[in-house]
């Protein structure tokens, strides 16, 4: 169990680190993954209740601000071509839609706020520090917070250079480039799912509590 707690905690460090220096756009989120999927890992070790729980919401979090983020890049990719980070500037006049679904997926991984992701996270923290398992209960939750904001690092920034490019930026020289209502929906239907789920978890806990228990 120790062994793999370490793992889990340097595999969550590590993900994040390699999302924060990657420049292409779907490869920082690939290395997101490895991190965030690690956060379950670590839950699912400590084998607690609390910490289960943590780590099946995350699964469910993880999975539609995820999706969301990599719709949001195919859609970019689709109809501009671009698929790198420095490219991305002014990309929210070009496609507004779709870059506010990519922030609110962005502030459910990070774990803003009624995000599912909060949520998830939340128990997770509680989980270790009840665990008793001594260090990780503190250090998971350390690492935890630091990757956080690692995430808040590698993804915020693509929305604030694409809505607020700054004053050289050629407004006019953009055009909409949404895409169809068709890859639209889904991007839509998952942001959605991932901001009820932040908003009205309680059946979501009582169910996998009941199933942990």
């Known amino acids: 169990q120790n062994v793999l707690l370490c793992m889990s905690i340097l595999t969550v460090f590590m993900g994040s680190m390699l999302?924060?220096?990657?420049?292409?756009?779907?490869?920082?989120?690939?290395?997101?993954?490895?991190?965030?999927?690690?956060?379950?890992?670590?839950?699912l070790f400590l084998m607690n209740q609390t910490a289960g729980t943590g780590s099946f919401l995350h699964?469910?979090?993880?999975?539609?601000?995820?999706?969301?983020?990599?719709?949001?890049?195919?859609?970019?990719?689709?109809?501009?071509?671009?698929?790198?980070?420095?490219?991305?500037?002014?990309?929210?006049?070009?496609?507004?839609?779709?870059?506010?679904?990519?922030?609110?997926?962005?502030?459910g991984l990070i774990g803003i706020?009624?995000?599912?992701?909060?949520?998830?996270?939340?128990?997770?923290?509680?989980?270790?520090?009840s665990s008793h398992r001594q260090p990780f209960a503190w250090i998971g939750v350390v690492v935890l917070l630091i990757s956080a904001l690692l995430t808040a690092g590698y993804l915020l920034p693509i929305s604030v250079q694409g809505f607020l490019p700054g004053e050289d930026f050629d407004d006019k020289a953009c055009e909409r480039k949404e895409p169809t209502a068709w890859m639209t929906f889904p991007i839509l239907v998952l942001t959605i799912l991932a901001l009820v789920m932040g908003l009205f978890p309680n059946e979501l806990i009582r169910w996998f509590t009941g199933i942990l228990a």
Request: proline share 4%.
């Open 113 to 129: 706020p009624p995000m599912g992701g909060f949520v998830s996270k939340w128990y997770l923290c509680m989980g270790a520090l």
């Open 19 to 43: 999302a924060y220096g990657e420049p292409v756009l779907k490869k920082r989120l690939a290395y997101s993954t490895i991190s965030q999927v690690s956060y379950i890992l670590f839950g």
């Open 59 to 107: 699964v469910l979090a993880h999975g539609f601000v995820k999706a969301v983020l990599f719709l949001c890049a195919g859609a970019i990719i689709f109809r501009t071509g671009k698929t790198r980070v420095e490219e991305l500037r002014g990309i929210g006049k070009e496609m507004p839609l779709t870059m506010c679904c990519y922030t609110i997926a962005s502030l």
